[in-house]
């Protein structure tokens, strides 16, 4: 099976029913473990990226949140809530099949916090310049939460199981 064409028919497909243009197939073995179109538009939920929903339905059909082993095609580069979620669930490849530049003449999507030129930089910014006021409310019981964790692990600091370098 071409992966990458199921990919952009996904897409197409959601284009056509009133969607925005964007796909994700994720592959091991040779099968297709899940797949999504982008579902923002049709669910009003701003994290339903489709690289989010299939990393979703994939972890949680297969009982892990390690996507080791698995190629996962997108249609486009991912944004960066998407690439952290890529990063986080470590598979072996993301093949995408187009780019912002090439795409751009026919779709953007800039938001008040949220210019795809410009977001690795405000994000790579210290969170006290950053466009979108944060601030920081620093509590003694915030980090008890995380102590707390780490007891009931066994003093361990790292997530059992999970893929690292």
Known sequence: M????RTIDIARRNVEEGGRPFATVIVKDGEILAESPNLVAQ?????AH??????RD???KFGTEHLTGA???VLAHPCPMCLGSLYYCSPDE???LTTR????PHYV?????????????????PWQERRMPMTYQPREDAVDVYRRWQERNGGERRVSGAPTA
């Open 94 to 96: 993301v093949v995408f």
């Open 71 to 73: 190629t996962i095609y």
């Open 50 to 55: 489709a690289e989010i929903l299939a990393i």
């Open 43 to 47: 669910t009003s939920d701003p994290t």
């Open 109 to 125: 999507d800039d938001r008040k916090y949220f210019e795809l030129n410009t977001f690795y930089d405000e994000i790579a910014a």
């Open 101 to 104: 530049d090439a795409y751009e």
């Open 2 to 5: 071409d992966f990458a064409q």
């Open 58 to 60: 994939a972890c949680t």
